[in-house]
């Protein structure tokens, strides 16, 4: 580092890390350098000092990785979706209502559903089931009767049987058909069991959605019924007198829609849906919008697929306008608008916590002022290359050492070249690679042949986690997750690297990170010291990864610590999950341990046997074994 750089300061870690932009208010980094989390977004004045979380959490005896959930984030989320449709039908004049339906698939764990259902309440804030499961859960969660119960969904006998009976219960339980072929079920089952059922239909929308996850719209849609099918399902329920059950129109366009006029379109075709089924003379209620609504991963406010081009403000104003603006002109009633938001409620309210375990970083021995004189032709060739490196020339040296470096692997394959001096030639080669790169930081603008390059050199660190686990949508779906450095912002972040996991897969890496000009291959990061540990957070995780996550390489699920943020400071440790242990993990893929245990025992006892080991030994190796699977399946210090 040269002397002449000016002196780094915490601001600069918030604009190179991005934290306003991505934050939502939410983060910040305080005055001495440290990650600090809000449940008020925008005021820092009683927030939290992530690193003070964490040794809290250690001083209770967990180890990383942790999953972070900042409770009181989910109650603003809440809030702010429900406030926000509130004061846009106030101020539209709009003479319905809004109602919330959380999608528990998003994520389906008991605490957040209950954190949903609790502080919902005030807001009649409801759950939507796409599953038996799923209804079953909501149905034993769910106490408000004012709100609603939305049955999405292939559904079985069983599942309608359960739907009725939820009704008859006085839930506000609307079942989506979602199929022609659940129809006749749903009427035969209603008449036998004598309860009238709440039915929806969900509707192919034309309106196709862009985004990364966004395939359930348009017509190539798997789930919803097209046009001529819901006139089928209007004249089978006239048939059975049951019209005026139906109630609800529902579509969802797939998650995560990152343009608003993607939004507003579907909106539109879906208002004159909800006319022409009231005009068919449906008892029709309700208009549910479905998932969608998307979350600024990256920070960029654009329509790129990890950003949203709208404020959720927004987003409810462009809603509501857009129901009326249809449904004033069809002289329709105002219905009660449904959405199932469940990524935007859930995603900023857990963070997972991981240490760095070492790094690697690319590093040549220095090579000699000349080579030998018999050295191999190619070689020597990058070597003069290596010589003339000039700004000027940097594109050509480039090209010309890619070349010999070519020549050299073939010249070894074939058997001419000794490993030693194949050995010699990787060294030259990446010198030569270092020092272009080195020279290239004063070009203007990186050649698009040379942007590569960064990464090729940057650091590799290891980090205790599993992506697969933990991240599955970074990995399955190229999904981008803010990531940064917890603590020591204060400090200039001197490295460049990518993140591995410890699963030993060539997959199990980040090495995608937001940038505000589209995808960045490596992050910068701090050079790791011998006495202190570097903990790193992946950000905005709350939605999708904890149940889609997999037990590759059996890593198994972390610990999970719940805080709540007091109001005039401070907070308090309100919930906390142990992870799996390797005996848990080992259960899964149906090992039985006892029977484990009892075999090994065997083989240390058949040791002793043959003298290999003695009695003593034995007791030692039993109980590391032992230990071994009782222990967490991550790396513990
Ligand atoms: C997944 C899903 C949702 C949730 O979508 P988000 O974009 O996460 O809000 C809502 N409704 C249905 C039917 C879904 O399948």
């Keep these: 580092m040269t002397p002449t750089l000016e002196r780094w300061t915490v601001e600069r870690s918030r604009e190179l890390y991005g934290v306003r932009e991505w934050g939502a208010g939410f983060f910040g980094v305080s005055d001495s350098g440290e990650l600090q989390v809000t449940a008020k977004p925008g005021s820092f004045e009683h927030a939290v000092s992530i690193p003070e979380v964490i040794e809290g959490i250690q001083a209770r005896g967990l180890d990383m990785p942790v999953l972070l959930r900042i409770e009181n984030i989910l109650d603003t989320q809440i809030s702010l979706l429900n406030d926000n449709f509130r004061s846009a039908i106030e101020s539209l004049d709009y003479k319905g209502s809004y109602l919330g339906a959380?999608?528990?698939?998003?994520?389906?764990?008991?605490?957040?559903?209950?954190?949903?259902?609790?502080?919902?309440?005030?807001?009649?804030?409801?759950?939507?089931?796409?599953?038996?499961?799923?209804?079953?859960?909501?149905?034993?969660?769910?106490?408000?009767?004012?709100?609603?119960?939305?049955?999405?969904?292939?559904?079985?006998?069983?599942?309608?049987d359960l739907g009725l009976h939820a009704t008859q219960l006085g839930f506000k339980c609307i079942m989506v058909i979602e199929m022609p072929g659940e129809l006749p079920t749903i009427i035969s089952r209603s008449k036998e069991l004598g309860i009238k059922p709440n039915l929806g239909v969900?509707?192919?929308?034309?309106?196709?959605?862009?985004?990364?996850?966004?395939e359930s719209g348009g017509d190539r849609s798997i789930f919803g019924l097209n046009a001529a099918q819901i006139i089928e399902v209007i004249d089978t329920l006239k048939d059975a007198e049951m019209l005026d059950c139906l109630q609800l129109l529902h579509y969802h366009l797939g998650s995560q829609i990152p343009n608003i006029r993607e939004i507003r379109n579907?909106?539109?075709?879906?208002?004159?849906?909800?006319?022409?089924?009231?005009?068919?003379?449906?008892?029709?209620?309700?208009?549910?919008l479905g998932g969608g609504l998307a979350v600024d991963y990256d920070g960029t406010q654009t329509n790129f697929m990890s950003s949203r081009n709208y404020t959720t403000d927004e987003y409810c104003v462009d809603v509501v306008e857009g129901v009326m603006t249809v449904l004033d002109e069809q002289g329709v009633e105002h219905p009660t608008i449904i959405t199932e938001s469940g990524r935007a409620l859930v995603a900023y309210y857990s963070m997972l916590l991981f240490n760095v375990l070492e790094s690697a970083r690319f590093e040549v021995e220095p090579l000699p002022d000349a080579l030998p004189e018999e050295t191999n032709i190619h070689i020597r060739h990058i070597f003069e290359t290596l010589q003339t490196l000039n700004l000027r020339n940097i594109q050509e040296c480039f090209n010309d050492a890619l070349y010999y470096r070519d020549e050299i692997r073939q010249a070894f394959s074939q058997g001419n070249m000794s490993f030693r001096e194949r050995a010699l030639g990787d060294r030259v080669f990446w010198e030569t690679v270092n020092r272009i790169a080195l020279l290239a930081k004063d070009l203007p603008s990186l050649p698009h042949e040379l942007e590569g390059i960064t990464q090729a050199l940057s650091d590799i660190y290891y980090c205790n986690f599993s992506v697969f686990q933990s991240l599955p949508d970074a990995w399955a779906i190229g999904q981008l997750f803010p990531v940064m450095p917890v603590h020591r912002l204060e400090e200039r972040p001197t490295r460049e690297g990518l993140l591995a996991d410890i699963t030993c897969d060539c997959d199990g890496k980040i090495d995608r990170f937001i940038d505000s000009h589209g995808v960045k291959r490596t992050m910068?990061?701090?050079?790791?010291?011998?006495?202190?540990?570097y903990y790193l957070g992946a950000f905005l995780v709350g939605a999708y990864q904890e149940t889609l996550g997999d037990l590759h390489n059996l890593l198994g699920d972390t610990n999970v610590v719940?805080?709540?943020?007091?109001?005039?400071g401070g907070f308090d440790f309100v919930g906390e999950l142990e992870g799996d242990t390797v005996e848990d993990i080992l259960s899964y893929v149906e090992y039985d341990t006892r029977m484990l245990f009892n075999r090994f025992r065997e083989t240390a006892e058949n040791a002793v046997r043959e003298g290999r080991i003695t009695p003593v030994q034995r007791k030692e190796t039993l109980q590391a074994y032992k230990n071994g699977l009782q222990g967490y399946t991550y790396f513990e210090r």
């Excluded at 196709?208 to 966004?214: D, I, M, R």
């Excluded at 719940?562 to 005039?568: L, S, W």
Aim: aromatic share 6%; hydrophobic share 40%; charged share 25%.
């Design 102 to 160: 959380y999608p528990i698939k998003v994520n389906q764990q008991q605490q957040v559903v209950e954190a949903v259902t609790r502080h919902g309440k005030a807001y009649h804030h409801g759950l939507e089931a796409g599953s038996k499961a799923e209804l079953i859960a909501a149905m034993g969660m769910l106490r408000d009767t004012e709100a609603v119960l939305v049955c999405n969904g292939y559904k079985d006998e069983e599942f309608i």
């Design 202 to 214: 969900r509707v192919k929308l034309s309106s196709q959605a862009n985004g990364l996850w966004a």
């Design 266 to 288: 579907a909106v539109a075709e879906a208002s004159r849906v909800y006319a022409g089924l009231t005009h068919e003379g449906a008892g029709m209620r309700y208009l549910d």
């Design 524 to 533: 910068p990061l701090h050079e790791l010291k011998d006495s202190e540990e």
């Design 562 to 568: 719940t805080i709540r943020i007091r109001e005039g």
